[in-house]
């Protein structure tokens, strides 16, 4: 077995930012990732892209090139296609590699799980020829694979982003269907005076929008009851917007609204977690140096709030100063003096953020099912109506719930269903989430062959003798 | 709170005796610290198993079997019960040597509920078993339910008559003034003539209270259940030597047991698996059915149990004080026993006695012993 | 409709979906290999059957489930496409029966 100062889990922007200051420094560091190659989500492929035209892509991904080649050539030791599925406060990490499962110790664990696009369970969500607007950036950025016609559904600057690389690759879309509504243009305008320090990423999406209506593609806004039609898959989207019905074909619909922390991993690690009203999600509960509530296990970027890839790089690198005052490489004054720059500049993303969160705050109408027959737990096909059913019968409980209904049992471990689960307990119960709580999640965080973990002990066996 | 009767614990011991209490029309609040089948009720194996018991439990057992086949009729609440045959598999001579002394023994006794299988019907009931195994021993009677669910039946059940359940209730303490029981819970105060000790594997804290001590252990057995499979074996299936049992439930999902133990943390609330020994699960289940190494885990858990030196519960008045009664340490197979459990409970707090023979089940059995 | 930006002549690997022969490259995810040659479809869910498809794309939706060489549950979007590999769309129903009795 493998001893390391310190493991991250996670090659993101976070990650890959914590690792370079750790290996430079001369920390001995393990790095895990599911991809072939670092990167994360957000700079997914960025130093190898398929896409012929990578600068349809946007700065801000080319940029994510030089990082991956810095986190390469630090020295730290990447175990790329590494899928963590246990991680113990005692610093052990068993993780399938090439189809086996490897174990490693280290001194310190930094997760760095990233964020997942939140659910979005409006009428036909789960028909075939629905995805998210992340799965079109996962697809465009890994492979260089496209949707044409396809309409997008939703709301918040990662929507807007992918439909303008699509037509700047020349990809037809269909329509950009956003549902923002009209009042949170009104709630965000103070917001937005005090986010003016982040002028650069005001007028990036100021121009995202100018460029999508520039191209002449259909943009209806402050689109409501938006629904998928289609029989056993997508064949287009309902909507009233301005007090209209519209209806557009579409065999692909892309859907948004918002990301949130992809938690399966610190929730099976039992770290405390709060609910942020702001971005109506769970976070994992960190001090500025990223120290969660287990010692020794410390968490960067989005799980810890949505950041962004630059305020992911800067708690990435906290947390790394943060652990080197632990392993003795930096006094404490060292550590402090050095992290004053990160510091100030995650608390300058502070304003930008709220307005971010306000303009785009997640509704009511998408975050919750409001048909009775709509799932909400996609793996065990649980709809709206079960669960109320579920709950009138004594569940209040997230994991009540789910013993009695089955929702959050399938495959996906409550990724789909979870928040929505907390969100509607706490609509039914009159409560807030936080009282409401989460599922309670254990390791393996995504199904693991038993032909696998049959092995498991045979290896540490001879790996013994 | 007042009430004729206090239940502490909201397990499917503490659910069905409340039932049974406010069926006769006894009030009764059961407080329970997380929430009803927060622990040992809502995450075992559901198993509902006939087979294989302690001879001082089989008529227990037997009555709860009886019990369980119209239990959902009874409480007017689905428990998942399905009565589904249970096999355990003999790997050799030496394990069809045991089932025959066994055999004897229940034979003796006048039993005739378990029944030696041979290779040719172990493999026609169990067409994907290895091949090596030569054959079984099988109950008919025996089946499975899903624990969560049974527990809230029993507890929607008793609401029903009346009964109130309290959760995220703990009792910090209990005292008896006069003919009163005093209880103290961190939310508020009970009063009540009886006490009944429902607390599984904190229950050892509440016998203390109520003045009776007890060697009761905990620890924290494993599970895991695969995603849905192609259906591939109808009965539950154990084994006679070795540590295996899985069941298929109707929708395919495999849970795979076996006993092995994770380990407990009692204080937190908390339980950690031990890889090494679900690893070893694994193997032993793929070894006798070779197609369970296409299964995929979803999900590995533990839940806190109670523990008796002897495996058997406790059942039975208790011997310090007057008015309170126990149920508890049911050894990881108290799940099938819960419908009897309720009832002998209500025979003992409302008549003072249980035609069942509770003497091997009482608290002090261990007093005199060195353990 | 799904099309890959890159110029199919560099497709050097050939794999089976639902029986047909795909073209792909080296390094791409079978579930793109999928929506590119039209077969979306990656599994029936369980209680009614109905048509799923992969949604996320990056591994937590778990609804691009798919049946590779004979192992049920694998995520499309997470494995590679490799020479000879066969994709089959994964239907495992409540009430499907193991067929091969008696390995």
Redesign the interface.
């Known amino acids: 077995m493998q001893a390391f100062d310190c493991a991250i889990v996670g090659a993101g922007p976070a990650g890959m930012s914590a690792a370079i200051v750790l290996a430079r420094a001369g920390v001995q560091v393990a790095v895990l990732d599911?991809a072939?190659r670092a990167g994360g989500?957000v700079f997914r492929s960025a130093a190898n892209s398929?896409?012929?035209?990578v600068a349809a892509l946007g700065s801000d991904y080319s940029s994510g090139a030089a990082l991956i080649s810095r986190f390469e050539e630090s020295g730290a030791a990447h175990f790329a296609g590494a899928d963590a599925w246990?991680l113990?406060d005692d610093g052990r990490i068993?993780f399938s590699h090439e189809g086996d499962t490897r174990e490693l110790r280290c001194r310190e664990m930094l997760l760095c799980p990233g964020a997942?696009?939140r659910p979005m369970p409006i009428p036909g969500?789960?028909?075939?020829?629905?995805?998210?607007a992340?799965?079109a950036q996962?697809?465009l950025k890994?492979?260089?694979?496209?949707?044409?016609?396809a309409v997008f559904a939703g709301s918040g600057p990662l929507l807007y982003l992918i439909v303008a690389q699509y037509l700047r690759?020349g990809v037809p879309v269909a329509a950009l269907v956003d549902t923002t509504p009209r009042r949170h243009y009104f709630d965000a305008a103070p917001q937005m005076f005090r986010a003016l320090g982040h002028i650069r990423q005001l007028s990036k999406g100021l121009s995202l929008l100018r460029e999508i209506r520039a191209s002449g593609v259909a943009v209806h806004q402050f689109a409501e009851r938006l629904e998928v039609i289609g029989g056993?898959?997508a064949e287009g989207v309902r909507f009233v917007a301005t007090g209209k019905h519209h209806e557009i074909a579409a065999?692909?619909v892309f859907l948004h609204h918002g990301v949130q922390p992809?938690l399966n991993m610190t929730r099976a690690m039992?770290l405390d977690h709060h609910w942020n009203p702001e971005q109506m999600c769970w976070q994992v509960s960190v001090d500025d140096f990223g120290q969660s509530s287990i010692a020794h296990v410390s968490v960067a970027g989005d799980s810890a709030g949505i950041v962004g890839a630059d305020g992911a790089q800067a708690a990435g690198r906290l947390v790394a100063l943060n652990i080197l005052n632990r392993l003795g490489h930096l006094s404490q004054v060292e550590r402090d003096q050095k992290a004053d720059k990160d510091l100030s500049y995650l608390s300058s993303l502070k304003p930008f953020r709220r307005f971010i969160d306000c303009l785009y705050h997640p509704t009511d109408a998408l975050r919750l099912p409001r048909d009775p027959e709509t799932l909400v737990c996609?793996?065990?096909?649980q709809s709206l109506d079960d669960l109320r059913k579920g709950f009138e019968?004594?569940?209040?409980?997230p994991?009540?719930l789910k013993?009695?209904t089955r929702c959050g049992?399938?495959?996906?471990?409550g990724?789909?269903c979870g928040h929505v689960v907390a969100g509607l307990l706490a609509k039914w119960r009159g409560e807030n989430p936080e009282t409401v709580g989460y599922y309670r999640l254990?390791?393996?965080q995504?199904?693991?062959?038993?032909?696998e973990?049959?092995?498991?002990?045979?290896v540490?066996a001879e790996a013994a003798e | 709170m007042k009430a004729d009767v206090l239940v502490i614990g909201g397990g499917i011991q503490g659910c069905a005796t409340a039932f049974h209490l406010a069926r006769r029309g006894v009030s009764v609040i059961v407080v329970e610290k997380d929430y009803a089948g927060r622990h040992a009720s809502g995450v075992n194996a559901g198993g509902v198993r006939l087979l294989g018991r302690d001879m001082a439990e089989v008529p227990l057992s037997k009555m709860s079997m009886e019990m369980w086949q119209s239990l959902d009729e009874e409480l007017g609440h689905e428990t998942g019960f399905r009565r589904q045959a249970l096999i355990n598999i003999a790997v050799n001579e030496v394990d069809l040597d045991t089932l025959r002394a066994r055999e004897d023994k229940m034979r003796a006794a006048g039993y005739t509920h378990e029944r030696i299988i041979d290779r040719t019907e172990l493999i026609g009931r169990l067409p994907h078993v290895n091949p090596e195994c030569v054959g079984g021993v099988i109950s008919e009677l025996d089946g499975y339910a899903i624990p969560y669910k049974a527990t809230a039946a029993f507890r929607r059940a008793a609401e029903t008559l009346g009964a109130q359940v309290i959760e995220g209730e703990e009792v910090l303490g209990l005292r008896r003034i006069g003919n009163t029981w005093l209880a103290q819970g961190r939310k508020q105060r009970y009063e009540a003539e009886t006490v009944v000790n429902c607390a599984g594997a904190w229950a050892d804290r509440i016998a203390l209270m109520i003045g009776d001590n007890v060697p009761l252990s905990h620890a924290a057995p494993m599970l895991m259940i695969t995603a849905r499979m192609p259906h591939f074996a109808k009965p539950v299936v154990g084994a006679v030597s070795r540590q295996l049992s899985f069941k298929q439930f109707e929708n395919g999902t495999v849970l795979i047991g076996g006993g092995a133990k994770g380990f407990a943390d009692r204080a937190n609330d908390r339980t950690r698996l031990d890889y090494s020994k679900l690893a070893a699960a694994c193997r032993t289940a793929a070894e006798f059915f070779p197609i369970m190494r296409k299964a995929s885990i979803n999900r590995m858990w533990a839940g806190l149990e109670a523990y008796m030196p002897d495996n058997l519960p406790v059942i039975g008045p208790a011997v310090n004080a007057a008015r309170a009664f126990h149920a508890f340490g049911f050894s990881a197979h108290g799940f099938q026993m819960g419908p009897v459990v309720g009832q002998v409970m209500a025979d003992l707090v409302t008549g003072g006695q249980s035609r069942f023979d509770l003497s091997p089940l009482r608290i002090d059995r261990f007093d005199r012993k060195v353990l | 409709m799904f099309r890959s930006l890159q110029d199919h002549n560099r497709d050097r690997v050939t794999l089976t979906i639902n029986g047909q022969q795909v073209a792909a490259r080296e390094g791409q995810t079978v579930w793109s290999a999928m929506a590119v040659s039209g077969q979306v479809e990656t599994r029936k869910a369980a209680l009614s059957g109905d048509a799923r498809s992969a949604y996320c794309a990056m591994g937590v939706c778990f609804e691009c489930m798919v049946n590779i060489d004979g192992l049920p549950n694998q995520q499309a979007c997470l494995r590679r496409v490799s020479e000879g590999m066969n994709v089959t769309t994964q239907h495992i129903a409540e009430d499907s029966e193991a067929s091969d009795a008696g390995l």
């Open positions: 599911r072939p989500q398929p896409v012929p035209d246990h113990g068993l997942m696009e969500w789960t028909k075939p020829g629905v995805m998210t992340g799965a996962v697809m890994s492979d260089a694979v496209v949707a044409e016609g690759l056993n898959k065999d692909t992809n039992d996609r793996c065990e096909e019968q004594g569940a209040r409980d994991n009540a013993s009695l049992m399938g495959p996906c471990q990724r789909q254990r390791s393996p995504r199904l693991l062959t038993l032909d973990l049959s092995r498991y002990g045979a540490q």
